[in-house]
C-alpha cells in the first residue's frame, strides 16, 4: 500500500535547532575573546608568594657563649657553678665545660683512627647500616640525600655492642680492634665526667631534680653511645644556609633514636655550635677544647619539664676549616646505669610468673579435687 504525502508528513520527526553559540556576535572576532579568557585565567589562577612564619621554620639566631664551667672547682661550695649549670639549663640548655681533665692528645688519637672509619668503601658500609633493630652502624644516606652530602655530615654510631664488633671487624679487620680500643678509653673519661657533673646536681638540687625511678618507667637504658659526624667541604654561604635548614629538619624529626640525661660533645674546634629546640634555633662560637654539655630527655623528665631537651650540632666552616679530611665531632649519650639496675631489680621483685608445667600440675590435682568432692557428696 503506497503512503500519501499526507501520511509522511504527518509522521516525520520534530527536529529542533541547537541552542545559539555563547560568542558574542559583534564586532569583536573569536580570536579576541580567547585573549580576554585567557588573561581572565591568568590572573585569577596566579599563585600568591607565601612567606612562612618564623614559627613554623625557626629562623637561626646569634647568641652569647654559655657559661664556662670548671670541673675541678664543680663539687667546691665556694662556687656557684650547680647554679649557673641550672641557669644554663633553662636558657640555653647547654654549657661549657673546660679543665675536664681528659688528655687533648687522647682525643686527637681518636680522631685520627675516627676518620678511617668513615674511608671504608661505600658498598661495605650498607652491611653495617643502621636499622631499627640495630642501634649501631652507619647512617643510611637515600637517594634524594645524595646531593646534600656534598655539604651534610656522615654518621656513624658506636656502642659497646658484641654484633657491632663482629660486623666492623668483617669489613675493617686490620684497624677496627684498634679504634674500639681507643674508644674505649675516651668512652671511660666521659662517663667519669658525665657521672660527676649528675652526683653533684643531684647533692645540690634535690628540690629541683627529681632523681627517682618512677619518673621513666619502664626505662630501658642501652648504655653511652657514641654519633661520630665526619663534616665535608666547605660551601657558599646560600648553600651553607640550605645545608643548615636541611639538617635543622632531620634533627627536628628523627632527633636522637636513644634516651640519655646529658649530651657530652667534642666539636674539636668548630666554628660554630648549634642548638636546636622548640624554642628555637640558635648559635655560637664555642672555646677551643671545651666539652659542650646538652639537656636530654631523661633530665627534662627530672625536672617535670622545667629544663627542656636540646639537639646540639658542630658546625666547621670559614677560612680555618678549608680541609675538611679530619673535621670529626663526636656526641656522647649519657644515661646512668643506676636507672637500668634498679628498675630491673624492681620489676624482677614484683613479677611472680608460674611456669607452664606447675600450671598443668595444678589444673590435674583441681580436677582430682571436684571429682573426689562429687564422689563424697554421692556417697554420703
Aim: a negative charge; hydrophobic letters at 35%.
Amino acid at each position: 500500500m503506497a503512503t500519501s504525502p499526507e501520511n509522511f508528513h504527518d509522521h516525520r520527526l520534530d527536529f529542533r535547532a541547537p541552542p545559539p553559540s555563547p560568542i558574542g556576535t559583534g564586532r569583536r572576532s573569536s580570536v579576541t575573546n580567547d585573549d580576554v579568557l585567557a588573561d581572565f585565567l591568568e590572573h585569577s589562577l596566579r599563585v600568591p608568594d607565601l612567606i612562612l612564619p618564623d614559627r613554623v621554620f625557626p629562623r637561626q639566631r646569634s647568641v652569647d657563649a654559655p657559661p664556662r664551667i670548671d670541673f675541678q672547682a664543680l663539687d667546691s661550695k665556694e662556687t656557684d657553678s650547680v647554679a649557673r649549670i641550672l641557669e644554663s639549663f633553662a636558657g640555653t640548655g647547654c654549657f661549657q665545660l673546660v679543665n675536664h681533665g681528659i688528655p687533648c692528645n687522647l682525643i686527637r688519637s681518636v680522631t685520627a683512627a675516627a676518620a678511617g672509619v668513615f674511608r671504608i668503601p661505600p658498598e661495605k658500609k650498607a652491611a653495617v647500616s643502621r636499622s631499627r633493630e640495630k642501634i649501631y652502624g652507619f647512617e643510611e644516606i637515600h637517594e634524594e640525600e645524595e646531593e646534600e652530602t656534598e655539604i651534610n655530615s656522615e654518621e656513624f654510631v658506636w656502642c659497646r655492642d658484641e654484633n657491632l664488633k663482629l660486623e666492623m671487624e668483617g669489613i675493617w679487620p686490620l684497624a677496627y680492634s684498634d679504634f674500639s680500643e681507643k674508644m674505649e678509653i675516651l668512652l671511660s673519661d666521659i662517663e667519669k665526667v658525665a657521672s660527676n657533673i649528675l652526683f653533684v646536681l643531684k647533692e645540690n638540687s634535690s628540690k629541683i631534680l627529681n632523681f627517682g625511678n618512677d619518673i621513666i618507667p619502664e626505662q630501658e637504658v642501652m648504655g653511652t653511645i657514641c654519633h661520630l659526624y665526619k663534616h665535608y667541604k666547605n660551601a657558599s654561604t646560600d648553600r651553607w644556609a640550605g645545608s643548615l635548614r636541611y639538617d635543622v629538619i632531620r634533627m627536628l624529626i628523627r632527633g636522637f633514636d636513644c634516651s640519655h640525661s646529658l649530651c657530652l660533645h667534642i666539636c674539636n674546634e668548630s666554628s660554630e655550635f648549634h642548638i636546636y629546640s622548640k624554642k628555637g634555633w640558635i648559635s655560637f662560637c664555642p672555646d677551643k677544647d671545651a666539652l659542650l654539655v646538652t639537656i636530654g630527655d631523661q633530665m627534662q623528665a627530672w625536672s617535670g619539664g622545667q629544663y627542656k631537651h636540646v639537639i646540639g650540632r658542630p658546625i666547621f666552616k670559614g677560612e680555618n676549616h678549608k680541609d675538611y679530611k679530619d673535621c670529626i665531632s663526636m656526641a656522647f649519650l649519657y644515661s646512668p646505669p643506676t636507672i637500668s639496675s634498679k628498675s630491673s631489680n624492681v620489676i624482677i621483685k614484683n613479677e611472680k610468673t608460674i611456669s607452664l608445667g606447675h600450671q598443668a600440675i595444678l589444673a590435674i590435682l583441681l580436677s582430682l579435687a571436684y571429682y573426689f568432692l562429687v564422689y563424697i557428696y554421692k556417697k554420703f
